[in-house]
């Protein structure tokens, strides 16, 4: 087995107005005669004035995502390609619909076409699913080896899709640097090219994100489209893409991750956004590592947007009964925390817990000393 695998991202990828009327040429350049299309219904009510009028040589049938990436959705999805002789997938919405189609084409090797509706995260990029069971708990997750033949990503559409989701993907994407940071050494990623690419798109996705993130929300609320938006939401689908794109094992999730995953056992967050939990995460993993002065930084950026920065904005009490269960489970042995260069205890994370209210509070008290309140 190779040390690690790049599967960097789509064969074609193209961003900007109108890119949807491509879809025409696509299927005209690769005899494609009949496509199914699995959607959302919010996503297809967002994409439908940007689909081109009518396919010329193609015939399009459109199909309702059922809710969940679960392998009965998969099958059924496989089971009607093939039943009525389909030759492409299109998937319209968020990630669960992209991971469902992207498991369809691997399963069927037939060309996958993604038309992301959200600016969440990298699944429009990445060339692995999600699965979940219907009732919605995770299952597993699937790497393939080929990556979607084509990617649009419709710049109107991405624009008026959900505040809360791209907000969660900014948090999500900024956890990229800091949960690669430590593996991704110069040390251990000299020579190696397509680990250096990761590690410098980790750092753009750092840069990008705590730079220009707060301003490009802002644009969002005041729906004026910038150029700086673009390319924060292309950050969180594309560049976010290609660190784990480049780096495989080494790009993946880590200490904030492993937070998140021990905060969805109390049902107090469930209604929190994934990107909300990890970043989070962020702070708990910095505290850990000692660095301060970068949580502070973190911390901040999360406040600025809203962002819950402390045990109570998550709905849990700061209770030794709790920290200690978030430690427990952040430390499990299955948890991706153990890829740190680090030995990570429980003790050590019930400290960075505490940590966080700490740093939480100190910032509190320095704003209200400066008459901020
Ligand atoms: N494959 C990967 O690399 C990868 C990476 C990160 C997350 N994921 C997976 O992605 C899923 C989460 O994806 P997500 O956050 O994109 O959301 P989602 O697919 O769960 O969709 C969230 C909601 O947004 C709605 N929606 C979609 N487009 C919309 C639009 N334009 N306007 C209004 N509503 C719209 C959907 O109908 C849905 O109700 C999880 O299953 C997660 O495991 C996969
Ligand atoms: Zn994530």
């Not at 696509?26 to 005669?33: G, H, V």
């Not at 660095?291 to 402390?310: C, G, H, M």
Request: proline share 3%; hydrophobic share 40%.
């Amino acid at each position: 087995m190779p040390d690690f695998i790049s599967r960097v991202g789509p064969q074609q990828y193209i961003a900007g107005n109108h890119v949807y009327k491509y879809l025409n040429d696509y299927f005209r350049n690769n005899s494609i005669k009949k496509a199914l299309v699995l959607h959302g219904e919010k996503a297809l009510l967002a994409a439908k004035k940007y689909l081109p009028d009518s396919f010329l040589a193609t015939k399009v049938q459109y199909r309702k995502f059922s809710g969940e990436c679960s392998p009965n959705e998969i099958t059924g999805v496989a089971a009607q390609i093939i039943n009525e002789g389909f030759q492409a997938i299109v998937g319209i919405g968020g990630g669960k619909v992209l991971d469902t189609v992207k498991s369809v084409a691997d399963r069927l090797r037939i060309p996958l076409i993604l038309l992301p509706t959200l600016v969440s995260n990298c699944a429009p990029w990445s060339s692995l699913s999600v699965h979940y069971h219907t009732d919605g708990k995770f299952l597993d997750f699937d790497t393939y080896e080929h990556s979607a033949d084509l990617l649009l990503l419709e710049e109107n559409v991405l624009f008026d899709s959900p505040k809360a989701y791209f907000v969660a993907g900014l948090a999500d994407t900024l956890a990229k640097y800091y949960e690669s940071e430590l593996i991704l050494t110069e040390e251990f990623i000299h020579g190696k090219t397509a680990l250096e690419h990761a590690a410098y798109f980790a750092k753009r996705c750092q840069r990008i994100i705590l730079g220009q993130g707060i301003q490009a929300t802002v644009d969002m609320e005041k729906h004026i489209k910038t150029k700086r938006w673009l390319e924060v939401a292309e950050t969180v689908i594309v560049t976010g893409g290609l660190v784990g794109g480049f780096s495989d094992q080494y790009g993946r999730a880590t200490g904030a991750h492993s937070i998140h995953d021990a905060l969805t056992q109390f049902p107090e967050t469930h209604a929190i956004l994934h990107g909300l939990k990890v970043g989070y995460g962020i702070l708990v993993q910095l505290v850990l590592e000692h660095k301060l002065e970068e949580a502070k930084e973190v911390l901040i950026w999360l406040r600025t947007l809203n962002l819950p920065t402390n045990l109570a904005e998550l709905g849990l009490e700061n209770r030794f009964e709790i920290k200690e269960k978030i430690a427990a489970a952040a430390v499990r042995k299955d948890k991706m925390i153990h890829l740190l260069p680090l030995n990570v205890s429980k003790e050590a994370v019930y400290e960075a817990v505490t940590g966080v209210e700490e740093l939480n509070d100190n910032f509190l008290r320095e704003r209200e000393q400066n008459g901020v309140f």
